[in-house]
């Protein structure tokens, strides 16, 4: 059964670059790799997807090496306002998209 | 550029009866996707529609259905309420149907007692 593994919880400090590693065993051929952030009260909101190697957009970056197992996701120079749950997923085909638990990231002054 | 919408936003059942979940995509998507959030967890798949058929189906009885209309809206229907399906609801919209890039809507809360 494909299950995807994040940590529950991480503390960091305003400012400071937070690295969150997801795996994900048995990651299928198809299946992209995609980060979430979720807000209390609120539907999760997409931050980044990516294959393979790296992405970077305006937010973060996405780390995944070469052998697709697990991947990071890096939120530099964090604020207060990023305080939230962050979801890694995997999917493809007929099964849709599989979460991890997510991971609550505090962020403090 | 209005995104996801759904309703109602909250909703309160009693056990046994049916539910009917709308949701609206952003102008443009034409896959629909919904998913079950309950508290503490991620989201779990339950359905995805594309130009209004079933392109799959998450691990979830047969209580559980959906159609996509041809304005690309979609309905979740849910028979039988347990107490155990209450839930965040989530419907999700996306261009292709690639299974990523999926944008989110608020949510409607489901409440059985």
């Known amino acids: 059964l494909a299950k995807t593994t994040q940590p529950i919880s991480m503390d960091s400090y305003e400012g400071q670059e937070v690295n969150i590693t997801c795996s994900h065993n048995n990651i299928a051929t198809n299946d992209y790799i995609t980060w979430y952030q979720q807000f209390p009260s609120q539907g999760p909101r997409f931050i980044i997807q990516?294959?393979?190697t790296k992405v970077t957009n305006e937010v973060a970056s996405l780390f995944i090496p070469a052998d697709r197992k697990s991947s990071t996701l890096s939120l530099p120079r964090v604020s207060l306002s990023d305080t939230a749950v962050y979801y890694c997923?995997?999917?493809?085909?007929?099964?849709?998209?599989?979460f991890g638990k997510g991971t609550h990231l505090i962020i403090q002054p | 550029d209005a995104g996801v919408t759904q309703s109602p936003t909250h909703l309160i059942k009693t056990r046994g009866q049916h539910v009917t979940l709308r949701c609206s995509p952003i102008?443009?998507?034409?896959?629909v996707s919904w998913y079950q959030q309950v508290l503490g967890q991620g989201p779990q798949f339950i359905f995805q529609y594309y130009e209004k058929e079933e392109r799959g189906r998450g691990n979830f009885p047969d209580r559980f259905s959906a159609r996509q209309f041809p304005n690309y809206s979609s309905e979740l229907n849910v028979n039988a309420l347990l107490l155990g399906d209450s839930a965040l609801y989530l419907c999700a919209s996306s261009q292709s149907g690639r299974w990523g890039e999926q944008y989110f809507g608020p949510g409607t809360r489901l409440t059985v007692t």
């Open positions: 990516g294959y393979k």
């Open positions: 997923s995997r999917g493809g085909g007929a099964d849709g998209l599989t």
């Open positions: 102008s443009g998507h034409k896959s």
